[in-house]
């Protein structure tokens, strides 16, 4: 089946870096979105993407879907404490069901 | 506006037993996913209702049920729970069911343990 690759698998980072984090498939989606999950909580979303080569942004969030429609690029500037947590890419399979990768950890160095 | 909500926000359980978690969509959403979350990996998607009727559903046994109402809360039941269904439950909402059905919001989850 479908399967999206999320990289890297964590990241430690000081307050005020910028952070880039990506996801890749094998196959084609007409749709990806970006969810940070905090400890105990469920996924919030991000940014929706819907059209190859889309670019958009969140505040300090940046995302691209690729024009290949394989890939997604999610991008923090001037990383916060708060930005800590767990992010995940997810995009519909062919059946329209949600499918995530495993999540790319942030974490803060003290 | 109240968002997804879940209850209850933990549970346990041992082997062999049955469970019922439940959820309510965020207001204006009639259509309810569901997904189980192990430590340390993605979502994965269990079913989705919509109008009453399980619509979609993944690569799960039978033992995952699962319920809509009217009123478009919805139910998910485990039965004879094994040591591999701990998990975080969550469920999300959205209007419409697939393929109209992105974004989905979701609830905080029910942690389930077996014992």
């Known amino acids: 089946g479908q399967q999206l690759n999320q990289s890297p698998q964590s990241m430690f980072i000081q307050e005020g870096e910028d952070v880039s984090m990506n996801c890749t498939s094998s196959?084609?989606?007409?749709?990806w979105l970006w969810y940070k999950q905090d400890p105990g909580e469920g996924p919030v979303l991000l940014i929706a993407?819907?059209?190859a080569g889309e670019l958009t942004s969140n505040g300090r969030l940046t995302a691209q879907f690729g024009i290949t429609r394989k890939d997604s690029f999610l991008n923090i500037s001037a990383s916060i404490p708060s930005d800590v947590g767990i992010y995940f890419c997810?995009?519909?399979?062919?059946?329209?069901?949600?499918?995530w990768g495993a999540g790319t950890k942030l974490i803060i160095k003290p | 506006d109240a968002g997804v909500t879940q209850s209850p926000t933990h549970l346990i359980k041992t082997r062999g037993q049955q469970v019922t978690l439940r959820c309510s969509p965020k207001?204006?959403?009639?259509?309810v996913s569901w997904y189980q979350q192990a430590l340390g990996q993605g979502p994965q998607f269990i079913f989705q209702?919509?109008?009453?009727?399980?619509?979609q559903r993944g690569n799960f046994p039978d033992r995952f049920s699962g319920h809509q109402y009217p009123n478009y809360s919805s139910e998910l039941n485990v039965n004879a729970l094994l040591l591999g269904d701990s998990a975080l439950y969550l469920c999300?909402?959205?209007?419409?069911?697939?393929?109209?059905?992105?974004?989905?919001?979701f609830g905080d989850g029910t942690r389930l343990s077996i014992l």
């Open positions: 999300a909402s959205s209007f419409g069911p697939a393929p109209f059905n992105q974004p989905q919001h």
């Open positions: 209702y919509y109008e009453e009727e399980e619509r």
């Open positions: 997810a995009g519909p399979d062919s059946n329209y069901q949600l499918i």
């Open positions: 196959s084609i989606f007409n749709t």
């Open positions: 993407l819907y059209k």
């Open positions: 207001s204006g959403h009639d259509t």
